[in-house]
Each structure stands twice: as structure tokens, then as C-alpha cells.
Nanobody, 124 residues
Framework: QLVESGGGLVQPGGSLRLSCAAS????????IGWFRQAPGKEREGVSCITSTAGRPKYADSVKGRFTISRDTAKNTVYLQMNSLKPEDTAVYYCAAQIGIFNQCGLDSGPYRYWGQGTQVTVSS
């Protein structure tokens, strides 16, 4: 249902833009969350955005560096990641919570549909 792309290897301080294509979802009403999981660590909520693109949320660890955005016409959500650090290295997943909500959350529980993940490696 969801397909992530845009991961790769980048040097510290560099940038990447991840994409989450939700073209196979049968509704335009869904929150999208970005999550990441590093080896040996629990999955962490990174950012989320509502179906109206309002009230995005960010984990404290990425505030000021990551920006989430949404192109409704393309059914695609982006995660622009700047000033990347080695600790940002992880597999990044996007997930969808179907419905109309006035806010989104960084807890993975409510998200039903998940992508396959894309690897982000920050290393010199």
C-alpha cells in the first residue's frame, strides 16, 4: 500500500529527501507517520502529518532539521532531512492511519498500513 524511496548513504551534515507514495490507498483521508528503527533499538516515531497537512509533529531529536510535507495531488508525503547526523542512521518507514483526524501522533499503534522501509546511512 505504501512505498518509500529516497534513502541512501550521506555524509554527516548532508541532506536526503524521503518519499512515501500512497497511491494504492483507496481514500485521501489518512495521517502519515514516519518511523525509524536502528539495529538493536526500538522503533521510533520521527514525524507525522494529517490528511489536511496541518499540525505536523516531530520528535525532539529531529526538530529543526527534518520537515514533513504532503502533495495531495500525488498522494505522496515527503520527509526532508537536513543536517544529518550518524545517529540518524536507521531504516525509515512510512505508515498510514486511515481516517480524518485533527492531529497525528508518533505512537506506531494506530498506524495500520506500512511500507517496506528505506535505509538511511549517515557516515563519513
Amino acid at each position: 500500500q505504501l512505498v518509500e524511496s529516497g534513502g541512501g548513504l550521506v555524509q554527516p551534515g548532508g541532506s536526503l529527501r524521503l518519499s512515501c507514495a500512497a497511491s494504492k490507498l483507496t481514500t485521501n483521508y489518512y495521517n502519515i507517520g514516519w518511523f525509524r528503527q536502528a539495529p538493536g533499538k526500538e522503533r521510533e516515531g520521527v514525524s507525522c502529518i494529517t490528511s489536511t497537512a496541518g499540525r505536523p509533529k516531530y520528535a525532539d531529536s529531529v526538530k529543526g532539521r527534518f520537515t514533513i510535507s504532503r502533495d495531495t495531488a500525488k498522494n505522496t508525503v515527503y520527509l526532508q532531512m537536513n543536517s544529518l547526523k550518524p545517529e540518524d542512521t536507521a531504516v525509515y518507514y512510512c505508515a498510514a492511519q486511515i481516517g480524518i483526524f485533527n492531529q497525528c501522533g508518533l505512537d506506531s499503534g494506530p498506524y495500520r498500513y506500512w511500507g517496506q522501509g528505506t535505509q538511511v546511512t549517515v557516515s563519513s
